[in-house]
């Protein structure tokens, strides 16, 4: 059974940091995509980023442009952890933090698709100004 845990939610005022941690069980995060996403009471689900490292010698990454040059996503294969960095905070940025997993479906230079069928409970994010 895969089970996704996030952790690292919490509050911070604006220009703030905090990590996201998700940890997987059931399921090999190295060789499958994971992503982040967030959703915002009465909003669509958006995609935060999302990685996938099939090889260890290629990795392929996305963003959403809000967060380009403010969050980082990455993975600890041997934890078998995802997590999103998240620096230079906004106040737009609170919402819930949902980890999911899946599987890519267009991996290349520049561009990364991936469909998702496992979500964890999520992580709420608050920053304030």
């Known amino acids: 059974q895969v089970q996704l845990v996030e952790s690292g939610g919490g509050s911070v005022q604006t220009g703030g940091s905090l990590r996201l941690s998700c940890a997987a069980s059931?399921?090999?995060?190295?060789?499958?995509?994971m992503g982040w996403f967030r959703q915002a009471p009465g909003k669509e689900r958006e995609g935060v980023a999302r990685?996938?490292?099939?090889?260890?010698?290629?990795?392929?990454?996305y963003y959403v442009d809000s967060v380009k040059g403010r969050f980082t996503i990455s993975q600890a294969g041997a934890k078998n952890t995802v997590y999103l960095q998240m620096n230079s905070l906004k106040p737009e940025d609170t919402t819930m933090y949902y980890c999911?997993?899946?599987?890519?479906?267009?991996?290349?230079?520049?561009?990364?698709?991936?469909?998702?069928?496992?979500w964890g409970q999520g992580t709420q994010v608050t920053v304030s100004s």
């Open positions: 059931g399921y090999t995060v190295s060789s499958n995509c």
């Open positions: 999911a997993a899946g599987r890519a479906v267009v991996a290349a230079p520049g561009s990364l698709s991936c469909t998702f069928d496992y």
């Open positions: 990685i996938y490292t099939p090889t260890a010698l290629a990795r392929y990454t």
